[in-house]
């Protein structure tokens, strides 16, 4: 019998924001973390001052950037779910990581000492810390993990695919518990010259203004956002408090050009639709990247399928996460789903197709049963997951 999957543990570590509360707070708040990172890329970064010595400063030296964000992040998410960890069956425990670019920060500094110094000046760490799986096994190492774990990569779909991978494991039954999210490191020279060409030069660079008529330019954010699923059943047994219900996930392609973004809105809604499964959205969290032609094909199909939905784009304070970036939506959904208050919309001029959804500056109170996130990929695909409000033992 299919299992019911459920979202009882939340941890963030974002620019400027290390709690489920300080989380919630920017969203009330004017100011914005987005801030010039080149002269034609902006977004936000952490401050690893922020970190302390959250994590043993022999274990940090050793690894990226990526992968102290999501140890950070995973303590903060089973302890937010008060799993007591020696009750766990660690074979029936996994570890689901999303990511799009790996140990950059770690790597451009073993670069720079190879061509400096020669071969005898670059860690011996370089070769464990670099890949994109790296979070994944340090993760499973720290808590001891032995179930079925997965790292991956589908752009800035990656968090949103690791999250209904974990969902699917425990709705099948291979697994009670799973930590599931995404990481990315953004702060390197690397990553900022890989993306500094996505968008136009038309406009104004600073402006990040997803779905809004004015949207040209993309602006990047970096951190960790890691979730506990796990077996509605467990959590209940245990009393655990229960965000909310991982109802359906879907995946669409129609493929493009490998740098290119889905081009045809009729992909979208058929992802849309599938994890819809016949339900309505009451909020739809786009993954608006902030190009204008990659919003103006998921404004259209959320238009047509979503009908007079809300909309919530809480990614304008700090630029889009990439690999993290759905997790990070996910966490915002849970939050809206335990407060039922919908967070603002933020399009100050949307474009035409929105204009029949339901937009607001402000938080407002609401009933919220179901949110719907949307994440994109390079080359044509199109993601959706379907969260609904959780029930919690009496």
């Known amino acids: 019998m299919k299992q019911q999957a459920v979202i009882t543990g939340i941890g963030v570590v974002l620019p400027g924001v290390m709690s489920l509360e300080a989380l919630w707070q920017t969203q009330l708040q004017a100011a914005t973390a987005i801030r010039p990172l080149s002269s034609r890329l902006h977004g936000s970064r952490i401050d690893e001052a922020d970190l302390g010595e ?47 670019f790996g140990g950059w920060r770690f790597t451009e500094n073993e670069l720079r000492h190879l061509h400096n110094d020669g071969p005898r000046a670059v860690s011996p760490f370089q070769a464990t810390s670099w890949f994109p799986a ?5 993760i499973t190492i720290h808590y ?12 800035r779909a990656s968090g949103l695919h690791s999250v209904a991978a974990a969902a699917q494991q425990i709705e099948k039954g291979g697994l009670d518990l799973a930590i599931a999210g995404g990481c990315e490191s953004t702060n390197t020279d690397f990553v900022r010259t890989a993306l500094e060409n996505f968008g136009s030069d038309d406009g104004d660079a600073a402006l990040y203004a997803p779905l809004s008529t004015s949207a040209s330019r993309f602006a990047v954010s970096e951190g960790a956002v890691f979730l506990v699923l796990e077996n509605a059943t467990r959590a209940q047994q245990r009393g655990a408090y229960v965000y909310a219900n991982v109802d359906g996930f879907a995946i669409a392609t129609k493929p493009c050009a490998a740098d290119r973004y889905q081009h045809d809105s009729a992909t979208m809604m058929r992802a849309m639709s599938k994890a819809l499964n016949g339900a309505y959205p009451d909020v739809v969290m786009p993954d608006a990247c902030g190009v204008a032609d990659a ?4 404004a259209l199909a959320i238009a047509e399928i979503a009908g007079r939905a809300a909309i919530a784009l809480p990614k304008v304070k700090f630029g889009h996460g990439y690999g993290m970036e759905g997790a990070l939506d996910i966490a915002y959904a849970c939050l809206m789903l335990q407060k039922q208050q ?31 996130i949307n994440g994109c990929a390079s080359g044509g695909s199109c993601s959706s997951l379907l969260l609904s409000k959780g029930k919690t033992k009496s």
Request: avoid cysteine; proline fraction near 4%.
């Open 295 to 298: 919003d103006a094909v998921e």
């Open 144 to 155: 001891g993990f032995k179930g079925h774990s997965k790292t991956l990569m589908a752009d």
């Open 54 to 100: 959250l994590l043993p400063s022999r274990l940090a030296k050793k690894l990226d950037a990526f992968t102290r964000y999501a140890l950070i992040a995973s303590e903060f998410a089973l302890n937010d779910a008060r799993v007591e960890l020696d009750t766990l069956d660690k074979t029936r425990s996994g570890v689901f990581v999303g990511n799009a």
């Open 134 to 138: 790296a979070p994944q096994g340090q």
């Open 342 to 372: 919908r967070l603002p919309t933020q399009i100050d001029t949307p474009l035409a197709s929105l204009k029949t959804l339901r937009h607001s500056k402000t938080v407002n109170a609401a009933e919220l049963d179901r949110i719907l």
